[in-house]
């Protein structure tokens, strides 16, 4: 059985119409000067720690703990500026599939699995008042690399449970090859959506669990028994 369920951010739970690929960009461009087009670089299933210290290496900046956060106090602003008027949606099925997860005999934990800074994710969740949905998470704060953040929001989970969590009580949902591997990285299960940028048949190849289109698709009951 799933105690603990965890959710990828952009793509599986929302769309944002990019506004965090916008505000990373602006995020450089006010603080060093930088006008690169961050259309250019793949932000599918990667941690903004990690996109922060490629940019600093491509721009021989120090990637040191001051860098780090003046860049991501800029950031933060950006985006809640952003998300204002970013027109975004929240991916169909996910309000109601969240809500028969909690209605379950035995309802596990519902968390976050996102490669976003923790700030960066509640300024997007909230927007949309998912925010308080979630019990707890494992974020880019955590570590530059997407298994370290998986095995930092089990520990959580486990935590909060009281329990150390096998593998298998553990279902990922995300909607990108970098999901699923970083679920198997803790020995989880994988309900991968094609919301994001892969389609179904381009997840299937990476040995999900389940593979819906969307979030309707999913039956609670069958993903977390």
């Known amino acids: 059985m799933i105690r603990l369920v965890l959710f990828d951010i952009d793509g599986t739970l929302i769309n944002t119409n990019s506004a965090g690929v916008k505000a990373f960009g602006r995020a450089f461009q006010t603080e060093y000067g930088f006008d690169d087009r961050t259309e250019k670089i793949n932000f599918a299933g990667r941690t903004d720690t990690g996109l922060v210290r490629e940019y600093f290496n491509h721009h021989n900046i120090t990637p040191d703990t001051e860098h780090f956060r003046r860049y991501f106090d800029t950031y933060v602003f950006w985006l809640d500026h952003m ?111 094609a919301t994001g940028g892969s389609t179904v048949s381009e997840l299937k190849k990476h040995k999900p669990d389940w593979a819906v289109t969307d979030l309707r698709k999913a039956d609670a009951k069958e993903v977390c028994g």
Not at 151 to 163: N, P
Not at 168 to 176: Q, S
């Open 83 to 193: 998300m204002q008027d970013c027109n975004g949606r929240i991916h169909p099925g996910v309000l109601e599939f969240i809500e028969a997860v909690k209605k379950l005999p035995e309802p596990p934990l519902i968390g976050l699995l996102t490669g976003n800074i923790q700030l960066g994710a509640e300024i997007k969740l909230r927007h949309f008042n998912l925010w308080e949905k979630f019990a707890m998470g494992g974020f880019a704060d955590d570590s530059e690399e997407r298994d370290h953040i998986a095995a930092a929001a089990k520990a959580r989970g486990s935590k909060v449970l009281g329990k150390n969590l096998r593998g298998n009580e553990v279902l990922v949902i995300g909607d990108t090859p970098l999901d699923i591997r970083c679920a198997r990285a803790i020995g989880a299960k994988v309900l991968a959506v």
